[in-house]
């Protein structure tokens, strides 16, 4: 009798299903608020911008200028849809389990999550391009290759973060168990 490779069933989880749908239904709505702010004439945008410069300049100086605000508002919209798109593609690998035990758990962590940031950067960036291409044919707005870049900025600091923790888990995961096998490893089916 030597060692046979099994591959584990695949199993269904029902909460990742729904988890994974409202998540792609939450990456679609807010693509959709982001394109309708930009739909918004120049005259509608900077009167919105003004009143929320009155309001939270209250209480954060920082922000009474408006043209830092409007900055600002571009790396939080795409910061929002970069960590809304990681959730929607890591709930979706979830949604059914297939795991070969020869694998180890601790690379398929590493490089699932490597496959969720870049989705979440694709996405983000493919919306923020459409966005700005969207807003040359609004009246009183103009498009910014700057706007680009400070749509990524969120997401990519916010994507580096999350690759840090994930690698500091790894880690840490590593040193407990430096094979990756866990307590479900390939010893268990002998």
Not at 36 to 47: C, I, N, R, Y
Request: hydrophobic fraction near 50%; charged fraction near 20%.
């Amino acid at each position: 009798m030597g060692l046979e490779n099994k591959k584990s069933k695949a199993v269904f989880h029902p909460l990742y299903f729904i988890l994974s749908l409202v998540m792609w239904i939450l990456v679609v709505a807010w693509i959709m608020v982001i394109f309708s702010l930009s739909s918004e004439t120049g005259d509608v945008s900077s009167l919105r911008s003004q009143e929320l410069v009155e309001k939270i300049g209250k209480y954060i100086k920082i922000f009474s200028d408006e043209g830092l605000l409007r900055k600002a508002a571009h790396v939080f919209e795409f910061l929002i849809l970069s960590l809304l798109s990681y959730i929607a593609m890591f709930a979706t690998k979830h949604i059914q389990s297939d795991v070969d035990w020869n694998d180890s758990k601790l690379i398929q962590m590493k490089s699932d999550n490597e496959v969720y940031i870049a989705f979440a950067l694709w996405v983000t960036s493919l919306s923020a391009v459409a966005d700005e291409y969207h807003q040359i044919f609004v009246p009183g707005r103009n498009s910014s290759f700057f706007d680009v870049f400070l749509d990524l900025a969120g997401a990519v600091v916010l994507m580096l973060i999350i690759r840090v923790v994930v690698s500091i888990r790894v880690y840490m995961k590593n040193k407990q168990d430096p094979m990756g096998l866990g307590p479900q490893g390939p010893m268990e089916e002998i």
